[in-house]
């Protein structure tokens, strides 16, 4: 009877080596801080956006047209942030690929935003402002910039939090942004 | 000396809580002093999800305050609580949440701990038997 139980003595230590080794491996896994969006195949939030200027605005009607390889990108930005400043030639270098960008200015002040534009170049095919913030609550933004690729449906295929950065983050989107032209894998 | 002193402390007093003034000029107050006790109890369960591990409530960062505002404006429009945090969920996820939902999928974390107590008592309880018994062939 005692010798066939002995093994019982054994399950603690068991429990916390496992417990310990999870616990190693989630240590040095995943970034705690990356927080997947939930709202990645989901449609866009409705929102409307006040002009700048007199640049071509849009709205959440724009998206949605149902035409095969229609996907375009919605950007945050703000010309108070400076990772904007960072990724906008990262921007540029999509527009000149022929992807469509659309602008949400966030929570900025007209006057430097068109500044910025007429600085370092428009990049936005329509831009439009959003001076309370609430759009981007829709959206889940947390800090600026954050990009979303919305595919031809008007579902939300991708989001990109912090700047588009030249090497990784900017392969990376482009072959997100064509994975969006395609329908969504049954297998997710 | 005294008479000099007293003035001077109360002045760094107040120029102390300058900065706080100014950072939460922006939230206004609800007027309804229930509902805005309302709006301050359901801030302390939203995380600030710039600052992670701090409450909206306790949180000057820009959306934390954003996010105050529109807490107070979805109590002013009479949604309830639970209404109010599904709004940010459906926005921010399960995370904007500083304490788990009771749902299916966070069953194990809520019950985890209940587990190992469970597991520890029945250790516990064997090996009082156990020595019980040692005792009771000794005599």
Redesign the interface.
């Known amino acids: 009877m005692k010798q066939k139980f002995k093994f ?1 003595r054994l399950i ?1 230590i068991i ?1 916390f080596v496992g417990l310990a080794a999870t616990f190693l491996y989630r240590l040095n896994g995943e970034d705690p ?1 990356y ?5 990645l195949q989901k449609p866009i939030p409705q929102f409307e956006l006040a002009a700048l200027g007199d640049l071509p605005n849009f709205s959440s009607a724009d998206f949605n047209s149902g035409i095969q390889g229609d996907v375009k990108v919605v950007n945050f930005w703000a010309s108070w942030c400076v990772a904007c400043r960072a990724e906008h030639a990262e921007l540029d270098k999509l527009r000149q690929r022929g992807i469509k960008i659309y602008g949400v200015n966030h ?1 900025d002040d007209d006057g430097n935003a068109l500044e910025f534009l007429s600085k370092y170049g428009n990049v936005y095919d329509a831009v439009g402002t959003n001076k ?3 759009v981007g ?4 933004v ?2 600026l910039p954050e990009t979303f690729i919305i595919d031809q449906n008007g579902l939300i295929r991708f989001k990109q939090i912090g700047p588009i950065l030249p090497g990784e983050n900017y392969d990376n989107f482009v072959k997100q942004f064509q994975a969006a032209t395609l329908p969504i894998p049954t297998n997710e | 000396m005294n008479k000099l002193l007293k003035p001077i402390i109360v002045l760094m007093l107040i120029w102390l809580f300058i900065p706080s003034m100014v950072a939460a000029e922006k939230v206004v107050p609800l007027e309804n002093e229930v509902l805005e006790q309302r709006a301050k109890n359901l801030s302390l369960e939203l995380r600030c999800l710039v600052c992670q591990n701090q409450s909206i409530e306790s949180s000057d960062a820009d959306l934390a305050v954003d996010l105050k505002i529109l807490v107070r404006e979805q109590i002013s429009q009479g949604k309830t609580d639970l209404q109010i945090k599904q709004f940010l969920v459906d926005r921010y996820g399960e995370f904007v949440l500083l304490k788990p939902l009771f749902s299916l999928r966070n069953y194990l974390l809520w019950f985890t701990p209940i587990i190992f107590l469970s597991i520890a008592f029945l250790f516990a309880f064997f090996y009082f038997k156990n020595m019980n018994r040692k005792f009771n062939n000794q005599d």
Do not use: E, T, W, Y
């Open positions: 019982l603690p429990i801080s927080i997947p969006s939930v709202l929570k309370n913030g609430r609550i829709d959206f889940g947390r800090a």
